[in-house]
């Protein structure tokens, strides 16, 4: 069965810190992987989409990493501010099909 | 910059009312969807369209309908709508034609009530 578990489900952190969110995956076969962000009431927002053979991929202060043999992603936020306060969503789509499958988000939550 | 637009952030509806939701995207993209998400669910796709008067049912289309007259927009009809239909529905576009969607982009969303 094709899923996207997210860890973990919320974060709270100070800001300036820095924390990683994780994704791992069943997806077969795999066409991409893609990390949004979304603030609270509005709609997702894309950060990084990364291919097969892409490992890294960065966006300002938001670095992704992939690994296709486990199936895991990460997004590693640097320099926390107040505005990444938000869910994040890992989106893995399927090669051939026309399926995108959602990971449940994880909410973080920067204090000063 | 893709803007895709929605035609309300907030609506409260009756049991049994017929309820339009309408999505508008500005970049010419073949594809667009209708999702609804609900806490610890996630997003779940309800109908996508790869081109004008095309449409596809996602993984849970029961109890909606959708219409694609233009390729600019895409409207998502609840015929009947009931409480378990409470819920934020997101519209999306994205590039085509083929089966990898790209980089959807997302409306800013409606969070419908049902009464």
């Known amino acids: 069965k094709n899923q996207v578990e997210q860890s973990p489900q919320s974060l709270i952190i100070l800001e300036g810190k820095n924390c990683t969110l994780q994704?791992?995956?069943?997806?077969?076969?795999?066409?991409?992987l893609r990390w949004y962000k979304q603030d609270t009431g509005r709609g997702p927002v894309s950060l990084t989409i990364?291919?097969?053979?892409?490992n890294t991929k960065s966006n300002g202060r938001y670095t992704a990493t992939l690994d296709a043999d486990t199936k895991q992603s990460s997004l590693h936020i640097t320099a926390s501010q107040l505005s990444d306060s938000a869910s994040y969503i890992c989106v893995v789509g399927e090669t051939g099909a026309n399926n995108l499958f959602f990971g449940t988000g994880t909410r973080l939550t920067v204090i000063p | 910059d893709v803007k895709v637009t929605q035609s309300s952030r907030y609506l409260v509806k009756r049991t049994g009312e017929k309820v339009f939701l309408e999505c508008v995207q500005d970049?010419?993209?073949?594809?667009m969807f209708w999702y609804r998400q609900d806490p610890g669910l996630g997003l779940r796709l309800i109908y996508f369209?790869?081109?004008?008067?095309?449409?596809e049912k996602g993984d849970i289309p029961e109890g909606y309908s959708v219409s694609r007259e233009k390729k600019e927009r895409f409207s998502l009809i609840l015929e009947s709508a009931s409480t378990n239909q409470t819920s934020m529905y997101l519209c999306?576009?994205?590039?085509?034609?083929?089966?990898?969607?790209?980089?959807?982009?997302f409306g800013p969303g409606t969070r419908l009530t049902v009464l």
């Open positions: 999306a576009s994205s590039r085509g034609p083929g089966t990898d969607y790209g980089e959807q982009f």
């Open positions: 990364m291919t097969f053979s892409e």
């Open positions: 994704c791992n995956y069943t997806v077969s076969p795999f066409s991409n």
């Open positions: 369209s790869y081109d004008v008067k095309m449409k």
């Open positions: 970049m010419d993209h073949e594809n």
